[in-house]
Nanobody
C-alpha cells in the first residue's frame, strides 16, 4: 500500500491542524493505521493508532487529550486532528499501515510508511 501524508505547515502555538494520509494500492480496511512523529534530534515516537473499522483508537502519552485520530474507509484516508499545538509539537509526522491486528505503538509492527509531512509550531 502507498501512503501520502499531507496537511502540515507552519502554525502558531495554540492553533489546530488536521493531517491527512491517503492510501492506495491495497484494501485500506485490511490495515490498522497509525501516526508517528519525529522531532529534530529525537527518535521517532508513536502518536496514535486506529483500528480497521475505526471503532478503537489508541494514543501516545505526549498527545493524549489534544489529538484525535479518525479514518474514512470510503475515502481510504486517515486523519490526525491536533489541537492546542505547542512548539514542542514541531516534527515530521508520518502515517503508517499495519497488517497486524494489534500493532499498538511498536514501529516494527507497521509494514508501510508515508513520506512524512512537516509541522512547525512557532511560539
Amino acid at each position: 500500500v502507498q501512503l501520502q501524508a499531507s496537511g502540515g505547515g507552519l502554525v502558531q502555538a495554540g492553533d489546530s491542524l488536521r493531517l491527512s494520509c491517503a492510501a492506495s494500492g491495497r484494501t485500506f480496511t485490511s490495515y490498522v493505521m497509525g501516526w508517528f512523529r519525529q522531532a529534530p534530534g529525537k527518535e521517532r515516537e508513536f502518536v496514535a493508532a486506529i483500528s480497521r473499522n475505526g471503532g478503537r483508537t489508541f494514543y501516545g502519552d505526549s498527545v493524549k487529550g489534544r489529538t484525535t485520530i479518525s479514518r474514512d474507509n470510503a475515502k481510504n484516508t486517515v486523519y490526525l486532528q491536533i489541537n492546542t499545538l505547542k512548539p514542542e509539537d514541531t516534527a515530521v509526522f508520518y502515517c503508517a499501515a499495519s497488517s497486524s491486528s494489534i500493532p499498538g505503538s511498536r514501529e516494527n509492527a507497521y509494514d508501510y510508511w508515508g513520506q512524512g509531512t512537516q509541522v512547525t509550531v512557532s511560539s
